[in-house]
């Protein structure tokens, strides 16, 4: 079963895919598979994600808690679907990869 839309404040941001609402629970942007930590790739997609995300009131919907606890859903903000800019933001960087 679906849990319905919930408002939070984003208090940080892990990586290009995860991040931390109040209180103190991790988020995971469905579909999203964060580059690998330590790349340049990673270091801009968490930029992204930060830009989008830190300190703003976000909408989320979970459609399922992973094995570490994580919420999987699928985020808004102002309207903008958040996991499809993600999917767009990391698909540029790929495509900017020699």
Known sequence: ???LPRRAT???????ATFIIRPNMAVKLAGIQAPP???EES???????????????VEFET??????????????????????????????LRSESP
Do not use: H, P, Q, Y
Not at 43 to 57: G, I, N, S
Not at 73 to 92: C, P, Q, T, Y
């Open 1 to 3: 079963m679906r849990d």
């Open 10 to 16: 984003v208090v940080k941001v892990d990586d290009a």
């Open 37 to 39: 930590m330590g790349t």
């Open 43 to 57: 270091r801009r997609a968490k930029a992204e994600l930060e830009r989008l995300l830190l300190r703003k009131k």
């Open 63 to 92: 459609r399922e808690w992973d094995r570490l606890g994580r919420s999987i859903a699928f985020v808004r903000i102002d309207g903008v679907d958040v996991n499809k800019a993600m999917e767009e933001f990391l698909e540029s």
